[in-house]
């Protein structure tokens, strides 16, 4: 009843409009697997857990409609699953924010970005963060990973990254022959390791066709060009990141590839957000212990 619900208001802002995304069968799919995955993590009633996915998984892919809409369609929801109205949703930083505060400043709007990215992490779903460069959108992942005590690996893919730099390839031995040097995607895939794909959007067509298995939640992994087949360990996480495509020499990335991400769009700092970060980090302390110490003739003169 409340996926029939979110789809008839969809379709009624969708006539005429092309501000509202149209939502595919995949994201309804995510929407009842993320609401499986959170009723036993974090003991959520069903109606309770079907919130927190909505929140999740479709509040910001709606929000074309405007973020004023998209509350309304969520107090409806609520209303509907008869969920009392101090319901705020499941913590998924608890216990996290400290642990990332050396490596990243959660500040005004990046609480919620590094919410919904824990989030997916807790869901098991790939996750696509893409902004303007120098938002955080690396160091993000980066610190949950170090706080979470996983290891993380990281392609920085360019115009020339081709599948052997994610699969790995054929080197020469001493003996003569020719041994198999694995990649970062196979080493993650076999051993459990978070996978970080930086801009994203640079990457060749073979690497992404090469990813849509992983993304879809595939069990093995078979490696191109040879007989080898690696069982996908369960702990494997796969982050993306991208500038978008109105960046110089960005592709828009295919709606084949998009829809299998949990996309999270993080913006521009604000000026407030810019002034805590830098006041939390202490940084103009941190440049005048690099400096060097004033000429004490120039200081008298003064």
């Not at 390791?193 to 879809?216: F, K, Q, T, Y």
Request: proline letters at 6%.
């Amino acid at each position: 009843a409340a996926c029939r619900r979110i789809r008839c208001w969809v379709q009624q802002r969708s006539r005429g409009s092309g501000n509202v995304a149209k939502l595919t069968l995949r994201a309804y799919v995510r929407l009842l697997d993320s609401c499986y995955a959170m009723q036993l993590r974090c003991n959520l009633s069903v109606p309770e857990a079907l919130l927190a996915a909505f929140d999740l998984c479709l509040a910001e892919q709606l929000v074309g409609a405007g973020p004023s809409a998209v509350a309304a369609l969520r107090a409806e929801l609520q209303q509907a699953l008869q969920i009392g109205p101090a319901f705020v949703g499941p913590d998924h930083l608890q216990g996290l924010a400290a642990a990332m505060s050396s490596q990243h400043v959660l500040s005004g709007s990046r609480c919620a970005t590094a919410q919904a990215v824990a989030a997916a992490i807790a869901c098991s779903m790939p996750v696509l963060l893409e902004g303007p460069a120098a938002v955080g959108k690396t160091s993000l992942v980066t610190a949950i990973a170090h706080a979470q005590q996983q290891l993380l690996e990281r392609v920085n893919n360019t115009e020339s990254t081709g599948l052997q730099d994610y699969i790995g390839s054929y080197l020469p031995a001493g003996d003569g022959s020719f041994t198999f040097n694995e990649g970062p995607l196979l080493r993650c895939a076999r051993l459990g390791h978070w996978l970080l794909l930086d801009e994203l959007n640079l990457a060749d067509p073979a690497v992404l066709s090469a990813l849509c298995p992983l993304l879809e939640g595939a069990s093995t992994l078979a490696v191109p060009g040879t007989s080898l087949v690696v069982p996908v360990h369960p702990g494997l996480r796969i982050f993306a990141t991208q500038n978008s495509a109105a960046y110089a020499n960005r592709h828009a990335l295919p709606l084949s590839i998009r829809s299998r991400f949990l996309e999270v769009q993080v913006k521009d700092f604000t000026e407030p957000e810019l002034c805590d970060v830098i006041g939390r980090r202490q940084l103009p302390a941190k440049v005048s212990a690099i400096l060097p110490p004033p000429d004490s003739s120039t200081t008298s003169a003064n």
